[in-house]
């Protein structure tokens, strides 16, 4: 059995998805570095940075970074479609993500990391900062891979996963609404989606896309 370390409105969702997609027996151990309780001390015995998601696999090797985990998933249940369509694209997308927006959501949370005493409105200017940049991430992702969301069948791949729940983060789909409302509808497919639909009802009961 797979055990996913996670939190309900953290990226551990995109991994509740493609478990079930792959059709393998799992657990969610609640955890995350800003919750204590037992899962979270489990969680940092076996990866000391307490991120989440964070997978042990059923043989209990420890999985981390969302993207590697849902490439790992994608090649070993191939039916799972997860890496279906273009997969160097699938493959870029995931890493841009990651890279570029996933980044930016951790120096908005946590400003203080980079800027250590600094004062609250300096800590507020690098946050602003960052969220424009975010968003304008965003688009540029829009505008290169607004085509890779979807397997050939139109099922969401592990791209359109990603992209639909990190995306509910910080604005980042009001934004998109406005710039590439396009896109935004196609992120709005995904959410409507039969499995990844009710995820993201446990995870945010109470969001709305605007």
Known sequence: MY???GIDESGSCMIEIAL???AVPWRRADAASWAEGEGSDELARINP?????TLVTPDGEVLTESAAILIHLGLAFPASE???GNRAQILRGLVYITANCYSAIGIIDYPQRWLG???Q?????LATGTRRYLHQAWVMFANQFADQLFTPGNVPNALG????AVSRWEEAREALSGLAPGFAQSLARVDADPIVAPVFARHWP?????
């Open 117 to 119: 005493d600094a004062d």
């Open 206 to 210: 109470q969001w709305k896309a605007s």
């Open 3 to 5: 055990t996913l370390y």
């Open 49 to 53: 940075l307490k991120q989440v998601p």
């Open 82 to 84: 997860l890496l279906a």
């Open 161 to 164: 996963i990603m992209a639909a």
């Open 121 to 125: 409105a300096v800590q507020a200017q």
């Open 20 to 22: 079930q997609r792959c």
